[in-house]
């Protein structure tokens, strides 16, 4: 049985402690310690930490009390199989270093579920989150102000003052951190109630400013499509408010809109980038079972420019911005797809938690909102290195542990193949988002004829959860088999 003990236990609050370590002091504090000889980071010491104080509480719930995560097969063929990579490339020292940071992540999220399945301390981790990552968000709005540093600035317009980055080293690096605690905020607006629900609003909005003003065309795209695959999970008569919302804020912040045009071209930074992905396709072909080692991807890279002396980039050394590629040069197509597998499996659980939340509209809502930042990470994984990134990464690997802590009580629920929406008498025939969506659907549908607008909304196959509850492939995707319209899924009782 899953741990229900009061908030007080205190191998839960040990646990919360060690987690603490890796959620301030990762993203606040940008340098290195050598010890030894060796630079370590913040990441490498704080995880150990939170990993060491949560034994107690995984030794107190045991094995069989454990949360599920959901990704445990695909972890374990990734683990594995980049061991073995490890071995037949050598066993280095940095091969294995690499390994262990990998392992220690997943290790976290046994380590964060654990903590996360308790709501008083489930609250209390998503707030120091959220308000370390405001504390970024103030710097670097500072840095904007102030700008003293400037990284990547061609082609912006020349109203740019600089590109934020606040305690990171790079704008890119920063907004793969801020697309999480976005997602970590939102779960709070939905979470909360009174003041504190406000004050969320108010750090979001922060928010997504700092991240338009890191200029990285990516994670906006990125996080425009996790919220809107979320947004149209839970109720497609969000989806006007949110686009519209969403545009609402772009021009009020100087050079978004040429760099929002900017994403279609195919010249400058995009024409880099394939030439990128070509090195990484051909190490990969190169070395398609065992790869060139975890975490050597550079010396990879260095070796297939060397030998294509017609890929011509200027550089002996460089990522592939595309985490996928770039671990399957390391460990070879095999890890590779496992790799991916794990990712995908993570934002996947949205899904699967969603089906069974039902009439748990704030849970629904958290989930959703958790789910958001995943797919918006793991997307924008296809345009950088941001598996790469420890500073980063590490909280999508802390964002995967709460998210399995808030959907381990529905783990067993059965799941219902829609969900449908009430209108009379809910909580959102009364809210005031509500009557937004009525004002702009009013607007909407006097442009684009009013019938032809709720005839969309009604047969469009996402709304409403029905893409994820009656599509055979999503539902076979998921794991789910196939049942009928608003009946539970076999193998749920």
Known sequence: MLERSSSSSWAGWLALVGTAFVLVFAPLYPGRITLAGIPLDTVILTVPIAILFGIPLLARIGPEGFPRIGIELPAIVFLGWALLSAVFTGAQASVIATWVRYASYLMLVCVVAAVAVDPARRRMMLWILVIVGSVTVVHGFWQYVNPTVYIGMDGLDTSVATRVFATFENPNFYAEFLV???????ALVFAEKGVLRYIAIVLLVAQAMALLLTYTRGSWLALALGLGIVVLMIDARLIWPFVLSGA???????????????????????????????????????????????GRFYDAFRATVL?????????????????????????????????????????????????RMAGDMRSRLVNAALTAGLVAFAVNAFTSNAFQHPRGAVFFFVLVGIQAGVGAEFWSSPAVARVRVRKAGTAWATSYAARVYGSIEGVV?????????????????????????????????????????????????
């Open 180 to 186: 999480l605690v976005f997602a970590v905020t939102l």
């Open 248 to 294: 609402a804020i772009v021009p009020f912040v100087p050079g978004v809109l040429d760099r929002v045009a900017s994403i279609f071209s195919l010249e400058g930074t995009a024409s880099f980038r394939l030439k990128l992905w070509e090195v990484a396709g051909e190490s990969i072909a190169e070395r398609p079972l065992f790869g060139a080692g975890l």
């Open 445 to 493: 549908g006097a442009m684009l004829h009013t019938s032809v607008t709720r005839w969309l909304l009604a047969h469009e196959p996402i709304g409403g959860g029905r893409l994820l509850a009656t599509s055979r492939v999503a539902r076979v995707v998921i794991g789910e088999g196939s049942a009928g319209r608003g009946e539970a899924l076999p193998g749920d009782g």
């Open 307 to 355: 030998s294509h002396p017609e890929i011509t980039l200027g550089y002996l050394s460089y990522g592939a911005h595309n985490s996928y590629f770039q671990l399957a040069a390391e460990v070879g197509i095999l890890g590779g797809i496992a790799f991916a597998w794990m990712v995908f499996g993570s934002c996947r659980m949205g899904a699967f938690y969603n089906m």
